[in-house]
């Protein structure tokens, strides 16, 4: 089993920036990437950013430019920068790790997700 805790969330105006952290712990065994989703109220949750395990970025259009995503491997962590924060941003978002264990298996965990809202 593999648990991840988001942090980082809060209030922000339009504009301001804020940083997510994602901590994952536990029977790690290689993580082939870790992602960023968000869900806004009555919306489907939707990919924000990717980052794999060899440092290769992806993001969804909407955010390109303002957020960035980077990892820590060594502490098991992933961050996402973002700035210029819109009211549009508002939303929960979650981490997801794609995990392999020894056995060859791959799950995908999900963090309990942190809260940004961007708002004047």
């Known amino acids: 089993q593999v648990q991840l805790v988001e942090s980082g969330g809060g209030l922000v105006q339009p504009g301001g920036s804020l940083r997510l952290s994602c901590t994952a712990s536990g029977s790690i065994f290689f993580i082939y990437a870790t992602g960023w989703y968000r869900q806004a109220p009555g919306k489907q949750r939707e990919l924000v950013a990717v980052i794999t395990n060899g440092g290769m970025t992806t993001y969804t259009d909407s955010v390109k430019g303002r957020f960035t995503i980077s990892r820590d491997g060594p502490k098991n962590m992933v961050y996402l920068q973002m700035n210029s924060l819109k009211p549009e941003d508002t939303a929960v978002y979650y981490c997801?790790?794609?995990?392999?264990?020894?056995?060859?298996?791959?799950?995908?965990?999900w963090g309990q997700g942190t809260q940004v809202t961007v708002s004047s």
């Open positions: 997801k790790v794609d995990h392999g264990d020894r056995l060859g298996s791959r799950l995908d965990y």
